[in-house]
DNA sequence: CTATGTTAGTTGCTAATACAACTATTTACA
DNA sequence: TGTAAATAGTTGTATTAGCAACTAACATAG
């Protein structure tokens, strides 16, 4: 019994395009996980929060700013950065205005192995991108990605 | 220090998209597991798994190919299986040919309790999906990940 | 002002997954 | 045929993440 055959038949192409983007993603972030961890000795979960904090416009995010965007539980995100502090990645300052808030912010190795995994991350989108989707495309595939990303 | 002036401009639009491909399937993919946790207590990785059983064309999968389809370790994915046969909803098959290899199939309880879950998914996707995306949009974006996801 | 409710973050616990080592079987080839 | 290499799957171990309970701080209503 096929998917197609099954007991669905109206929004079977639903299905098929969200399984679409789950796999994409997942065969994506394995590849570039690997590169990362071979190249740089970076986790994919590390290399995302670094580029979160660099991406705020303020240059830091406070804890649960931080978990909505790289979508992890606080709890996971609290000990996530703890990691990355051992390693010198990032800092903790108090909140002047709420002393229940966390500031975290990059530090200057946090920032020079971004840069380092960016090379890294650029080259392994280079391979796997470029020859796959031309600019328009790939300009599509933003637009469409961000329409059902809509929160 | 925005990525717009960071290091390396010329692929920055590539790390967009790559980063907004990311988002999106983690915000769609948690808010699904939410919705098949409280619907079905039926959690993602199972359903994956009893989807990609049903698409097989022969109805089963040797334990390898479960594991590539899912994209998960060989060790995973055995771990994944003990748990589903423990719920009873696969069983395994010893493979007549290769006294390696192990067949999974999908039990009639296993059937069931996906399309009980593929009426929730369905149920997300239209709220999650129609009136973000037209047909037309969402043929273009699976257009466009297929390339993008080409082994 | 105080009490109640809400929010921010951390911690204990548990579940899920990857990696590497291991066994069993099959394949290749000398 | 006999041995080495490759392949399929499982298991020990460590890491990671989520959930729920908890503490501390803030906000609001009386």
Known sequence: MSVKT?????????????????????????????????????PLAWFDALLQLRKAESG????????????????????????????GFVAREQCPTDRRAIYVTITAAGNAKLDD??????EFLQDTMADRLSGVERETLSTLLAKLNAH
Request: proline residues 1%.
């Open 6 to 42: 099954s007991t669905c038949p109206s929004g079977n192409e639903k299905v098929i395009l969200f399984g679409l983007l789950m796999d994409t993603n997942a065969r994506l972030a394995k590849g570039l996980n690997e590169e990362l961890e071979k190249a740089c000795r970076l």
């Open 60 to 87: 830091r995010l406070k804890m649960n700013e931080l978990a909505n965007a790289i979508v992890h539980s606080t709890g996971g995100t609290t000990r996530l950065i703890d990691r990355l502090y051992e390693a």
């Open 117 to 122: 995994a960016l090379t890294t991350h650029l």
